[in-house]
């Protein structure tokens, strides 16, 4: 069984949840017998890529930079995908985004898709091509002979958006990625604050991260020792930069890019990890806290609570309030620091990419 996956997600992301659904996929899928895998990838600077084997890529013009390089770089491997389905012999075809490219080239070959959220629908005014996408995942979803669903909550979203049949869905959750290998690295990160809640991934508008910022500023103001740590998302944006100078939190507040085995760590020595998105197809970076044992507070809507079940302290995400008190109540409690822990380690057994491995190659069995 010869599996083709496509090119847009690595092309699209450095380091983000969906590239880190497929690098898991493919190579945890590597390991079975009678599967083999092809990716139709030229250029690339995902951070996970490594974890697919045999698979040599180039950085595309390093160290230069230019306006339009993105897109050329895409441009490209389009190009480089659109060859590869035409020319390779392959049984199946699991694109990695929706863009509909590759509709006219893959004829009656079958087709999977994974859909992770439906927030285009959702939210659309948080996305200005959110139409676009919307569109396209519409067609590659008509076209796909099964869909995967990463919840019980986006398969719901499927069916009462775009009217799919829910016989058509498959729900497979995702993996944790810091598995425990990580859980007792000793990483040397001189600078990480002895007392801090601790944030994780990009900070766009439904991410909800100004509103957090703004409901546990007093905490930060209160106690002087407690601080902020943001990891990924890029550099503080002028208008967080603002709200925290204007704060006196310039010095509490920190934004970092790290490696695996430091995420772990930063999450293992936080007080909490806090979630406060406004939607989510399933909520990876809640698997990685409970991995690590870091206890969680996060939103109350979406996929959170499929996810994070009785292993979190849940709030409003749009009451600054709610938000605020449920950080507290962790931060300056270790009772319910410890009992969080406990839970978030037997929730995170019923999650692995091993088992999110396993059920896709029954769903592409069955079409072959």
């Not at 590759?102 to 939210?123: A, Q």
């Not at 099964?146 to 016989?167: C, M, P, R």
């Not at 790290?258 to 406060?276: G, M, Q, W």
């Not at 996929?303 to 709610?322: M, N, R, T």
Request: hydrophobic share 35%.
């Amino acid at each position: 069984m010869k599996i083709l996956y496509d090119h847009q997600i690595f092309t699209m992301q450095q380091e983000g949840g969906i590239s880190r659904y497929f690098s898991e996929l493919i190579s945890e899928l590597s390991e079975f017998e009678n599967i083999e895998i092809q990716t139709s990838i030229k250029y690339s600077e995902n951070r996970y890529l490594s974890n697919i084997e045999n698979k040599e890529l180039s950085s595309f013009l390093p160290k230069r930079y230019f306006k339009g390089k993105v897109k050329l770089q895409s441009f490209l491997n389009r190009y480089s995908s659109k060859q590869t389905i035409v020319n390779s012999t392959f049984d199946l075809f699991h694109p990695t985004f929706y863009d509909t490219y590759f509709l006219s080239k893959i004829g009656e070959k079958p087709m999977v898709v994974t859909v992770h959220d439906m927030i285009h629908e959702r939210l659309p005014h948080y996305f200005s091509n959110g139409s676009k996408i919307s569109d396209h995942k519409r067609e590659v979803i008509e076209r796909a002979d099964k869909i995967i669903a990463i919840s019980k909550h986006t398969k719901d979203d499927l069916i009462d958006l775009f009217g799919v049949n829910e016989q058509k869905i498959d729900v497979i959750y995702q993996g944790s990625s810091l598995i425990d290998e990580y859980r007792d690295t000793n990483v040397d990160l001189e600078w990480l604050p002895k007392k801090y809640i601790l944030f994780v991934g990009i900070r766009s508008a439904y991410k909800n991260f100004q509103k957090f910022l703004e409901s546990v500023s007093p905490l930060l103001v209160k106690d002087e020792d407690l601080h902020l740590v943001c990891v990924g998302g890029g550099k503080f944006q002028k208008s967080e930069q603002s709200f925290l100078a204007s704060h006196e939190l310039e010095e509490k507040a920190i934004q970092i890019s790290c490696t695996d085995s430091e995420l772990a760590h930063i999450y293992k020595n936080a007080r909490c990890f806090v979630f406060p998105t406004l939607y989510e197809g399933f909520g990876l970076p809640i698997l990685e806290a409970f991995a690590a044992n870091c206890p969680v507070v996060c939103s109350k809507c979406a996929s959170l609570p499929e996810v994070a079940g009785d292993a979190a302290i849940y709030f409003d995400p749009k009451s600054e309030k709610e938000i605020r008190e449920a950080v507290r109540k962790v931060v300056y409690d270790d009772d319910l620091r410890k009992d969080l822990i406990q839970k978030g380690v037997e929730r995170t057994e019923k999650f692995s990419w091993r088992e999110t491995a396993r059920q896709t190659k029954e769903v592409y069995e069955s079409l072959l």
